[in-house]
Structure formats: C-alpha cells, structure tokens
C-alpha cells in the first residue's frame, strides 16, 4: 500500500500499518507499506517480484533447455549453427567435425554395418568420411 497523502494523521497511518501486518488470507504472504508525505504516487514503482524472476529466468531457462539437447545428441554446437554466446567462441569447425565423426558416427556405422552380417550380404555400406570445403 503507498500512502502520499500529507494529510494524513500519524493515528491513521499506524493503525492501517498494523490492519496490513494483521491481515491473512490467500495471497498475503507479505504486505508492504510506504509512507511518503507529500511524494509523488509515481515516485516508487514496485514490481511484483515473480514477475521479476519469470521475466528475467526465460532465456537461462531456455538456453540451458538447448544445452540438454544439444548434450544428449551430443552434437556440436558449431556443426548446428548455433552462435556462440560468448567472445571466445567454440572453436575450430573441422575439426569439431572430425572428432564427432570419429566419436560418435563411427560407433553408429559400425552398428548398423552388423545388419550385413545378419543378412549374409552386404546391404549397408559407407563411404570414408571426409569432410567438405567450399572449394569442392
């Protein structure tokens, strides 16, 4: 509650203090109350603090939504366009290419390469990886 009016007696304004601390009921987690003789009504904003949090956690939330998925893919960053939020950046995009061909693809290919095995011919094949330039 915010009380500017200079008028009021100091009476009144203890006792609507105590009426607010005194008060319950859905909602009142806590209440404030501002006295300000003569002050301006616009002179203090006060901003509900959930709307505070929610406002400002949005995009910590969202990033670090996209940092788990980009974690369980366990792509990198750079080979998914994603721009880099800081100066130093992510690196090298070869060879974040080449390591992830050789981490991760590899041990997929080789899987399903076992589906040849199963068939007795060969139905699934590879060619070496090789990653491209612009000037190819």
Known sequence: MWLTDATVDEKDVTTLRKALKDSKGSGNFRNLFLH???GDKDGMKL???????????FLTIKNMSR???????RVPPQLMGIVPGNVGGFGDAAKA??????NEMECIRLSLLSINDWAGE??????DYKLATNAE
């Open 97 to 102: 290419a080449e390591v992830f061909d050789a």
């Open 122 to 127: 060969e139905i699934i094949r590879f060619r």
């Open 47 to 57: 901003i509900p603090v959930s709307e505070v949090a929610a406002k400002d956690e």
């Open 67 to 73: 940092d788990d998925q980009l974690g369980s893919h």
């Open 36 to 38: 300000s003789p003569g």
